[in-house]
T-cell receptor
């Protein structure tokens, strides 16, 4: 059973471009969480999704950021018109059901130049 | 809102010795989980140990054990017989277990552990 897969591992974007980060949860997991880690900081919650539903997006910036978890395919975190402050590591975690342990992917490091 | 505080930005330990990493948290809930995660340079977040708040017994996983003081809202991690592979960032995290509560993890800022040979 493969772990949580995130791609790409590294992503470089110029200011104003769009960034798309992908997360394939572990097999059988229907809950996905996205976290952001700024340099020298802990992880900060962004959004919690189940298949085709956003359950909690209280950590998502109000503009430019969106997330989806379609019925088929990976979860996508999309950042439009990236700025330098978006440079960070973005982690995805998945779990099979509510209140179970969450398993993390290796993260995507986004660098905005 | 819940908060997690790790007051030690950096710690160091000699190989084979014991080290304790501190964590305090603030919550008004009575039912929750606490976790310690390890993040080596590879960036992978690895679960080290987990504690349910309703359990009085401290969790133990091989060389890793916790001292959970619910009244004091303290959750320290003890690493015994430290190994070079233990060198990493360690994050303390909180998660509500209340029905209908938030499923998100709240992390501290981390403690960087160095193991000296």
């Amino acid at each position: 059973n493969a772990g949580v897969m995130q791609n790409p591992r590294h992503l470089v974007r110029r200011r104003g471009q769009e960034a798309r980060l992908r997360c394939s949860p572990m097999k059988g997991h229907s809950h996905v969480y996205w976290y952001r880690q700024l340099p020298e900081e802990g992880l900060k919650f962004m959004v919690y999704l189940q298949k085709e539903n956003i359950i909690d997006e209280s950590g998502m910036p109000k503009e430019r950021f969106s997330a989806e978890f379609p019925k088929e395919g990976p979860s996508i975190l999309r950042i439009q018109q990236v700025v330098r402050g978006d440079s960070a590591a973005y982690f995805c975690a998945s779990s099979p059901l509510i209140s179970a342990e969450a398993f993390f992917g290796q993260g995507t490091r986004l660098t905005v130049v | 809102a819940q908060t997690v505080t790790q007051s030690q930005p950096e710690m160091s330990v000699q190989e084979a010795e014991t080290v304790t990493l501190s964590c305090t948290y603030d919550t008004s809930e009575s039912d929750y989980y606490l976790f310690w995660y390890k993040q080596p340079p590879s960036r992978q977040m690895i679960l080290v140990i987990r504690q349910e708040a309703y359990k009085q017994q401290n969790a133990t996983e091989n060389r890793f054990s916790v001292n959970f003081q619910k009244a004091a809202k303290s959750f320290s991690l003890k690493i015994s017989d430290s190994q070079l592979g233990d060198a990493a960032m360690y994050f303390c995290a909180y998660r509500s277990a209340a029905q209908g509560g938030s499923e998100k993890l709240v992390f501290g800022k981390g403690t960087k552990l160095t193991v000296n040979p």
